[in-house]
Every structure is written in structure tokens, then in C-alpha cells.
């Protein structure tokens, strides 16, 4: 994402073609989430689909208050404090951000109204919380999740996408920043490796491990219910992430169609080396492989698509599909129980995406016959990343399951959570199965008795 | 009277529907089934992790008639449902003791 700026020498002016773009954008992005909830949702079983719908479309509710309230201000304000995070109070309630005193629209220097960039960075922050759900299906309490989504988001990604993008220690401007010469340049996540895939699959992968296996993982069949839904899901993905990565160009420009391109040529290929394994280790190519690939794909080049060229990104998504294709097997191997495997794909695709910069990044890459200092920055910034997010999220996750709890009663589990936590089933196929209405007696309604008797109630 | 069962494949069932009209069947129940004999069912892979899905799709069809149609009756089942594939399924007779329809009260063969 390019840096952004309330203030600069010459006052702004209102670039429509851009504001429409990132209007645009932002709704494409805010489109994800519950295009992940169908992704999601197909690889559920029947019996827990509406629960992970529900995760979504909580976070949305959840996040998209708290970011009003709090969340941009954290982020994004001009109070950073210690390159850390923001005064959550310099811009709590999106005040001032509007208009200024003398009633004109408050503009960002790339000529986009401050208030459209605020609607646009809502969305990432949504989407972080929900993909996060993908390793929790079928066990976890709906009010635990509901309050860890709120405290996760204040406490572990508002202050990362303050150090990545608003300025603070992680972005060009702190730690890694500067250099000499050539060198003079500084930590890139373009559209949120760092900030959304790294931090969500790992934020995944502790959660998985905090709330436990699900009953019968590895001994009961957990097939997918719906396959058809997860490709509509990833396919309505793909689609929202041109919001994603283009727009976080912040400008309708030439950038945005590279970024376009670029996304689109890492994930087919992606998607290419994902079935690529599937033909070699289970002798055959797989629908859920195919939406998957897409999926790794989008992650991987998240961090990278302005940086690359498009043979680059050829070749950081057809790895990024291998490498998400092999590490889904690990929590067979290793024992935990991330449920839809968001370790696998966004945890591993993010890693990969924000460390290839370093080696495929067409200015600064060891690959284009640059030195190793990408290299070693997007490396550390990961490390920092993933170091910041285990060890707040262990936290939360060990204070909730001290107090709330995590999971939900074994029975109710066996039963499908749908029912113990909604009072909803998905789907009635069965005309036998609707049940009855409870016998209310209505004015002027009649019963009949065994004896033929008319009795009036 | 007889009840002839007769679990096949479900795309089997418009042949032996035609084939049982053919004979003289007037009227047949047919469901849904699932199930295995000797060859068990397949597996399915979802991302890496296998499945054996042991329970096939099958179709259960049952006829009431004549203890003197059920010999044929069998014979035209088993022969509008084979394939000489495995999975063709199976068809058995068990005795009825009496039939009524629900219409009219009537009972026995008359029934049918």
C-alpha cells in the first residue's frame, strides 16, 4: 500500500476517477468476506455450515463497529505512538475525518476522500478476522468467538497495520527502512501479506491448538458438503481480491493494472501447481484443489503484486500452489486440528508471498541481481509479524478459554453446532422432517375428539 | 402373495420399470437405498486427506403380487436390471400375509 499522507505542500484535489475506483474497490473487498463464508461453508459438513457462515458474517458486524469507533484511529491516525500503534482517540469515531473546519472535504494526497480510504481499510480489517475462523469450524463457542474477534482486532491487528502501513516500525519509514544509495528502500506488503494472511494464519494455527480437535478428527469422515459452494465461494474471491490488491494502489493508474495482471497470472498458476500435486500424490486433479489453488495463489502475491513483473508473478504463484498443496497434510502429521486449513494455505501462501519479494521483486530481488537486503527484511518482518501475532493471540485465546471457554458441549458438537448454537438447520430436504407447529388454540378453531365429538376451544 | 424386494442401480430403474409394466405390473414402490455388498463402495480425496465411502446409492424397488407371477416377475427383474457388472445388486421374495387398499377395503389378491 502506498504511504499515505493527510498533509502535503500543495493542498490536494479531489480525483473522482480515483475516489470511484477505491469506492469500487472497497466494496469488491467487503464482498470477500462472505464470498470466504461459502468457501468456507462447502467444506463444512452439513450438519455446522450455518455456524461458519455466522463467523463470518459476526466479524463483519464486530469489526466493522470497533473500526469506526476505534480501529481506524489505531491505525492510521497522525498520533503514532512509538512506532507502535495510533492514539485511539485522535480520530475515535471518525472525527475530523470528513470535513475540515472550514467545511471542505478532508482529502488524502493522492486526491481520495480521507472517509473513502477509512471505508476501504474497514474491510481488510473484517476480512483478517474472518479468515482467522476457518480453523474453529464445528466446536467453538459463538460468544467466544464473538468477543475474541473484537479484543483480537484492537489488540493485534490494528497495531500491526499501523507498524506495516500507517507508518509505524514494520513500514518503510521504521526499523528496516532507509539504506543508502540503491539501497534505499525499505519493508513491502503491498495489499496485507504481513498485516492480513500472516497474521490470520497464524492467529489460526494458535486458536486450532487452544480449542482443541474436534470430536472424531482423524477417526470420522469430515468430508466436504458442498463442494460446488466452495468453488463458488473461491471463485467470488478471486473476484473481491482485484479490490484487494488493485485497490490498494490507492489510485486508478497504471500500478492498479499491473497489480490486476499480476494477481491474476500468480493465481492461475497457482491453481496449475496445486493440481499439479494432486495428480502426482492422489493420482487425481480435485475440484476442492482447484479452489484452493486459487485461493494460495491470491495470498501469495498479495504482498508482491506491484513489485513483480508478471513472469515473476508466474512463477510466485505456481510455488505458492505446490508449497499450500503440501503443507495442508501437515496437521495430520503434527496432530492439530486446523479445520479448513488456514494454516496451510494463508499462513504458508503468506510466508512464501512476503519472503519471494525478496527473491523475485523486479527492483530490489536477489533474483533480478539485486543483494540480499529484501531478502532479509521481508524475512524479518515476517519473523516479527508471526512472533507479535502467536504470542498476543496465545494470550486472548488462554484468558477466553480461562473465562468464556472455547468449546462447545460434546454432544452438541456430535449433533451439528448449527442446532445447539443457532436453533437452525441448513438445509431440509426431507418433507417428513419439518416438524409441527406447537398447538396453539386459535379463536373459533375446532378439535376433534376420538369419539367424533366436535369440542370448540 | 408375495413381496419381491429387489435393491439395483439407479439407472436400472427406468429398464426394469418398462420391462415389469411390460409384463402386467400394474403399480411398484421405489426409494431411495444405500448400501454395500462383497465390493464395498470408493474412496474420494478432499485436499490430500482419503476417504472410503463404503455406502452406494442404490435403488430399492418393491412389488406385491400372485404367488404365481413372483417366479417371473423375479426373472424379468434380474433381467432388466443386469449390467454383468459388479454392484448389479439383488432382488428377494418374502411372503405376504394379506393386502388391503386403503380405497375401498378390499382384500387379498383383489387388492393388487
Known sequence: ?457 | MKLITAIIKPFKLDDVKDALEAYGIAGMTVSEANGYGRQRGHSEVYRGAEYDVDLVPKVRIEVVVDDMDARSVVDVMVKSAQTGRIGDGKVWTVPVEDVTRVRTGEHGASAL
Open chain 1, 1 to 457: 500500500m502506498r504511504q499515505i499522507a493527510l498533509v502535503t505542500a500543495d493542498p490536494p484535489v479531489l480525483d473522482t476517477g480515483t475516489t470511484a475506483w477505491m469506492l469500487i474497490s472497497a466494496s469488491l473487498v467487503l464482498l470477500m468476506t462472505p464470498a470466504l463464508a461459502l468457501f468456507y461453508g462447502g467444506m463444512n459438513r452439513s450438519k455446522s455450515v450455518l455456524n461458519m457462515l455466522m463467523m463470518s458474517f459476526v466479524a463483519v458486524g464486530v469489526v466493522g463497529v470497533v473500526y469506526v469507533l476505534w480501529g481506524y484511529s489505531m491505525s492510521f491516525s497522525d498520533n503514532d505512538l512509538g512506532g507502535f500503534i495510533s492514539n485511539p482517540f485522535t480520530n475515535f469515531g471518525l472525527k475530523d475525518l470528513i470535513t475540515d473546519a472550514s467545511g471542505a472535504t478532508v482529502l488524502m494526497d493522492t486526491g481520495i476522500p480521507a472517509i473513502v480510504f477509512v471505508g476501504f481499510q474497514l474491510t481488510f480489517a473484517i476480512l483478517t478476522v474472518a479468515l482467522i475462523s476457518g480453523s474453529l469450524s464445528d466446536r467453538v463457542r459463538f460468544g467466544t468467538w464473538l468477543v475474541f474477534s473484537a479484543i483480537w482486532v484492537t489488540l493485534v491487528y490494528f497495531p500491526l497495520a499501523h507498524m506495516v502501513w500507517g507508518g509505524g516500525l514494520l513500514s518503510p519509514d521504521g526499523w528496516f527502512g532507509g539504506g543508502s544509495g540503491d539501497d534505499a528502500y525499505g519493508p513491502i506488503d503491498f495489499a496485507g501479506g504481513t498485516v492480513v494472511h500472516i497474521n490470520a494464519g497464524m492467529a489460526a494455527l494458535v486458536l486450532a491448538v487452544l480449542a482443541g480437535r474436534r470430536v472424531g478428527f482423524g477417526k470420522v469422515p469430515m468430508r466436504p458438503h458442498n463442494v460446488p459452494l466452495t468453488m463458488l465461494g473461491a471463485g467470488l474471491l478471486w473476484f473481491g481480491w482485484f479490490g484487494f490488491n488493485a485497490g490498494s494502489a490507492l489510485a486508478a493508474d497504471g500500478t492498479a493494472g499491473l497489480v490486476w495482471v499480476n494477481t491474476t497470472a500468480a493465481t492461475c498458476a497457482a491453481l496449475l501447481g496445486w493440481l499439479l500435486v494432486e495428480r502426482i500424490r492422489d493420482g487425481r486433479p480435485t475440484s476442492i484443489g482447484a479452489a484452493s489453488g486459487v485461493v494460495a495463489g491470491l495470498v501469495a502475491i498479495t504482498p508482491a503484486c506491484a513489485a513483480l513483473t508478471p513472469i515473476g508473478s508466474l512463477v510466485l504463484g505456481g510455488v505458492a500452489g505446490v508449497l499450500s498443496a503440501l503443507a495442508v497434510g501437515l496437521k495430520y502429521r503434527f496432530g492439530y486440528d486446523d479445520s479448513l486449513d488456514v494454516v496451510g494455505v494463508h499462513l504458508v501462501a503468506g510466508l512464501w508471498g512476503t519472503i519471494a519479494i525478496g527473491l523475485l521483486g523486479a527492483d530490489t530481488g536477489l533474483f533480478y541481481g539485486h543483494g540480499l537486503r529484501q531478502l532479509g527484511i521481508q524475512t524479518a518482518v515476517a519473523a516479527i509479524a508471526l512472533a507479535y501475532t502467536g504470542v498476543l493471540t496465545l494470550a486472548i485465546g488462554t484468558a477466553l478459554k480461562a473465562t468464556m471457554g472455547w468449546r462447545i458441549d460434546e454432544d452438541d458438537e456430535v449433533a451439528g453446532i448449527d442446532q445447539a448454537q443457532h436453533a437452525e438447520s441448513a438445509y431440509e430436504m426431507s418433507t417428513f422432517a419439518g416438524g409441527r407447529i406447537p398447538r396453539r388454540p386459535i379463536a373459533g378453531d375446532r378439535a376433534v375428539t376420538r369419539d367424533d365429538e366436535e369440542v370448540s376451544v
